[in-house]
């Protein structure tokens, strides 16, 4: 009997790369698989539709809580597939009271979300935004363009794990002095040439802070007025992670009174309200994202730091790999 698989939240390019993904597979399964791809994301008004399938394959900003998870069960859905590496929007003891396994693609290219923290390092510092608009306009003036030179500069890293550090490798490549702080000090970390701190020495000694730990009660809001105060004035602050690691409310008053200097956003605490959608005719009511792209020193991307063909193509390989036999299922500790 073919297995019925149901994806959310899916675009264009999630259809091509499972399509291809699928056709290019040598396993027999792959065949009994049966496809349904939706737009809309997965939530608990969403799930019913799940009704008569098999495994439910979801992305970041799916909202797999308790309730959506019980519409699931009552489904008879069998498996959450998430096609991503975190797992903060799922109710994971739900699942397991549920009975529903829950999986997820832990490490596909850390150097893609990387490479992307440093673009956005690389561009707020450099200006690169501003002098591509400037110089089509005929305007080669460079005043307000000035950056200042990454070699020899101090930055703070927040969890070293699979990203955090591949942002290090990086970085020490640049002639950077890396600080960094982790509940587990990892010792190849060290052999980069990086130092373990404790949070209060790297907010006070970094011009840099890039922040790459999971979001978890603990790291809610780690980004806040107070730990704010203890930052260097000028700042560059950037989070590639989950966007409820920083108060975004915080960030506005820390704009505003300089002391961030540079802010970089890949990810943002209610953007499951606003990313992957063409919202260009739309009037956008979250009023802290619109004041916060007005700040001429902010720069943020839709959650893109994932979206590159190697990354997505391995995110479809591990997932329908994870589908079959039954690799990567998230336990709670
Ligand atoms: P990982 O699990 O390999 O590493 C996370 C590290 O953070 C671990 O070493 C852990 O001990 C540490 N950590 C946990 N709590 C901490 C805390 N309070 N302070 C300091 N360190 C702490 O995860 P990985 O693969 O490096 O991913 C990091 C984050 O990047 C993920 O949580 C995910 O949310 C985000 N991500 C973003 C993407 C994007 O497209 N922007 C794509 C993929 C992941």
New binding site residues.
């Given amino acids: 009997m073919k297995k019925k698989i149901a994806f959310f939240s899916t675009q264009d390019y999630d259809r091509h790369v499972f399509d291809a993904a699928l056709k290019s597979s040598v396993s027999n399964q792959t065949k009994d698989m049966d496809i349904t791809y939706f737009e809309h994301t997965l939530c608990a008004s969403t799930a019913p539709l799940c009704q008569g399938f098999d495994v439910v394959v979801a992305f970041v900003n799916d909202d797999l809580n308790a309730k959506t998870i019980e519409i699931l069960a009552s489904c008879k859905v069998k498996h959450i597939a998430l096609r ?3 797992f ?1 929007n799922v109710d994971i003891s739900a699942a397991e009271a549920a009975n529903i396994r829950v999986s997820r693609v ?2 596909y290219s ?1 150097e ?2 990387a490479e ?1 923290t440093i673009a956005l390092i690389l561009t707020l510092n450099r200006n690169t935004h501003k002098a591509y608009n400037r110089v089509r306009e005929g305007n080669f003036q460079l005043n307000g363009l000035m950056g200042f030179t990454l070699h020899n500069k101090t930055v703070g890293i ?8 591949a942002v290090i490798r990086i970085l020490r490549g640049f002639g950077c002095k890396v600080l960094c ?4 000090e ?1 010792e190849t970390v060290k052999d980069l040439g990086a130092s373990y701190v404790d ?1 209060e020495t790297l907010f006070s000694e970094s011009t840099i802070i890039s922040l ?5 009660e ?2 809610n809001h ?1 980004i806040n007025e107070a730990s704010l105060q203890k930052m260097q004035d000028g700042v560059m602050l950037i989070n ?3 966007g409820g690691l920083v108060d975004d409310t915080a960030l506005i008053n820390g704009l505003k009174r300089r002391k961030i200097g540079y802010l970089g956003l ?2 943002y605490e209610r953007e499951s309200e606003l990313f992957f959608t063409d919202r260009s005719h739309e009037i956008i009511q979250d009023d802290n994202f619109q004041r916060l792209i007005t700040f001429p020193n902010v720069l943020v991307t839709g ?5 590159t063909a190697e990354a997505l193509n391995e995110i479809a390989h591990v997932t329908l790999d994870n589908i079959i036999n039954g690799n990567n299922t998230v336990v709670l500790d």
Wanted: hydrophobic share 30%.
């Fill in positions: 991503c590496a975190g903060n832990p490490a850390p893609t979300v992307h927040v969890g070293t794990g699979k990203i955090g550090k702080c982790d509940p587990f990892d949070i790459h730990c999971p979001l978890t603990d790291s780690m590639t992670s989950r890949d990810v959650h893109q730091g994932f979206f």
